[in-house]
């Protein structure tokens, strides 16, 4: 039997292993939205059957509960009766939460990225039984007066093509999977990094920009593996990007942290959203370069990421938050995005002018039409960045100032879900500040988080790991690789042998889940599927492949067998699509320069 005719079986092998329900999970996405006028389901297999018999493509969105786009689809798409309706009648609509399913995000989002220019989250799909894509994108508004194509023409499309062409819309749709399917064998010097696969592209946005944290972070521990001249305009290209998002908004100057994007490409008017995988990312890469070009603001940037995710990530129960949102606490997606970080003009003449004048408040509002267009913040003032000593230390007087008129104000929303990755993410960067003498405290409240976190998602006696502290779903491989490696992370800065047998217990527990081959626990044990690709993929953070490869160069000193099996079996795209896989090479790299 050809690979492709094994392949529907095997998908739906894959995707029964790897399955959930959203609705037991309670994500914070899911909470906010299964009660819409789309009829969403959570991601569940008997959904299959249920499109067969409704002669139905499946309609996947993905998202999660801090994405801007993501949220403007949800409530202003899809609550548009007709779209709702289209939707309702001619597709089996599924909301997948891309920390609840990673796997089946990831490989939903790569089809969409190869073969209808997804870049970026929410992603939209439509795709037939055999997941074989049919249509889809990124965001779309929701008609075509919106600018662009519109939802609604899109669906109604594919409607009509399911409908009236079937036989050849579905051929397309298969040649398409079968494409996106193949995989290669590379050896180990092909897999390097190298100045095509890492150009200085990411950081030369002239639009409006996402917060590059995984790149910064990526390319900052591969500079010494470059050609000198290449490293120096990547370094030069580096600081320059960093400069320009924390000259403006990009950087919350008032409380810390970093935002997850702009709408100009100035970085005047942020995008609201915080991400602490974007906070732990930023971190490392942060610190990175302060070693190699050390910065007074470098350092100022790391104490208040530090004080944001000790003051507003952590929740009570020591773990951190996956998002704040954007929207404070009772108000609608009517309100406009960010008011808990806005100075209002009523709100300035309550501030002392030194304050005012350091962050650029005026009772006009500090927002050109250029930067405002749709004129949604008239009158009101994000606190800007005006030169570099406004993050230092002794200007911190006057930043409590504004931090107690945010006390005021509801809370942003946030997900409060503790997930495993992103808290071991969190971790591996306190160990790696706490290097620095000037932190060295941050050793122990990372001990105490990494216990907290162990006790939360890890049953010793049952061997399981879970995929956040909710215990509802089983552990995915970033969740494996992740924890295993904060736990060798803290084993090499403290040589407790403690951690040491912790990431050994938690690699066998790996092996031992049946969801994964043995001998390479990045594949699932049905057989070969596509959805394996994700484990090769970047998402937000670095890939499960890029992180096991760090881990087994620290747990066999020789891995060559293992990194092996891993390189025999890679995605096709890894040639095609090389941004997509920069941890793999980098991770990859840096190994082979350890030898």
């Avoid at 969409?112 to 889809?136: I, K, M, R, V």
């Avoid at 499309?157 to 290669?184: C, F, G, H, M």
């Avoid at 954007?326 to 008011?339: K, V, W, Y």
């Avoid at 230092?392 to 100032?401: A, H, I, M, N, W």
Wanted: with cysteine; hydrophobic share 35%.
């Amino acid at each position: 039997m050809s690979l492709i005719r094994q392949l529907p079986l095997f998908a739906a092998a894959c995707l029964l292993a790897f399955s959930s329900s959203l609705a037991n999970a309670k994500s914070a996405l899911w909470e906010a939205h299964q009660s819409d006028t789309v009829n969403w389901h959570p991601w569940d297999p008997a959904l299959l059957e249920k499109a067969k018999d409704e002669n139905k493509p499946l309609f996947f969105f993905v998202a999660h509960f801090g994405n801007s786009l993501a949220k403007a689809m949800l409530n202003e798409t899809f609550q548009n009766k007709t779209i709702a309706a289209t939707l309702n009648d001619t597709a089996i609509p599924i909301l997948v939460e891309t920390n609840e399913e990673p796997e089946l995000a990831s490989f939903l989002q790569d089809l969409a990225y190869q073969h209808f220019d997804g870049n970026e989250l929410p992603t939209c799909l439509w795709t037939d039984t055999s997941f074989a894509p049919l249509n889809g994108g990124g965001y779309f508004p929701p008609t075509d007066d919106w600018g662009g194509q519109g939802f609604l023409s899109l669906a109604r499309n594919v409607s009509d093509q399911w409908q009236n062409n079937p036989d050849e819309y579905r051929s397309i749709a298969a040649d398409r999977l079968k494409r996106s399917s193949q995989t290669r064998s590379m050896p180990s010097p092909e897999l390097l990094p190298t100045p095509a696969r890492f150009p200085t592209t990411p950081f030369l946005s002239t639009e409006s920009p996402t917060l590059p944290a995984l790149d910064l972070f990526n390319y900052t521990r591969i500079l010494p593996l470059l050609p000198e001249q290449h490293a120096e305009e990547i370094l030069s290209a580096l600081e320059a990007n960093l400069s320009q998002i924390t000259s403006g908004a990009g950087f919350d100057s008032v409380s810390g942290g970093f935002f997850s994007g702009s709408n100009d490409a100035n970085w005047k008017l942020p995008l609201f959203q915080k991400s602490t995988t974007d906070q732990a990312l930023l971190l490392l890469a942060v610190s990175n370069l302060s070693q190699k070009a050390p910065k007074p603001i470098y350092r100022d940037l790391i104490r208040l990421t530090l004080e944001h995710i000790d003051s507003d990530l952590t929740k009570p129960d020591g773990l951190a938050r996956q998002y704040l949102d954007s929207f404070a606490q009772g108000e609608s997606p009517d309100t406009t995005e960010g008011s808990y970080y806005l100075v209002s003009s009523d709100e300035v003449s309550t501030l002392s002018p030194k304050t005012t004048e350091l962050w650029g408040l005026s009772p006009n509002g500090n927002l050109d039409q250029e930067t405002d267009i749709l004129g949604l913040y008239t009158k009101q003032n994000i606190p800007f960045a005006n030169s570099e000593s406004i993050y230092s230390k002794k200007e911190d007087e006057l930043r409590l100032e504004l931090r107690k008129l945010r006390e005021t104000k509801p809370r942003p929303l946030s997900d409060d879900t503790g997930y495993t990755a992103t808290n071991a993410l969190i971790i591996k960067a306190l160990v790696a500040i706490a290097k620095d003498t000037e932190h060295s405290n941050r050793l122990a409240q990372a001990q105490e988080r990494f216990n907290t976190l162990l006790t939360s998602t890890f049953n010793s006696s049952g061997k399981t790991l879970y995929n956040s502290n909710s215990r509802t779903q089983t552990a995915s491989t970033l969740d494996y690789t992740y924890i295993a490696s904060v736990a060798l992370d803290l084993y090499d800065v403290t040589k407790d042998i403690k951690y040491l047998d912790t990431a050994k217990t938690i690699y066998n527990t790996w092996q031992s889940d049946d969801r994964f081959q043995k001998a390479n626990p990045l594949l699932l044990s049905s057989g070969i599927d596509s959805i394996w690709f994700s484990n090769y993929l970047d998402s937000t953070i670095p890939s499960a492949a890029s992180v096991h490869i760090e881990n087994l160069k620290r747990l066999n000193k020789a891995p060559e067998p293992q990194l092996k099996q891993i390189f025999d079996t890679l995605p096709n795209s890894v040639k095609s699509t090389p941004e997509r896989y920069r941890s793999l090479f980098a991770a990859h790299g840096l190994a082979i320069s350890e030898n």
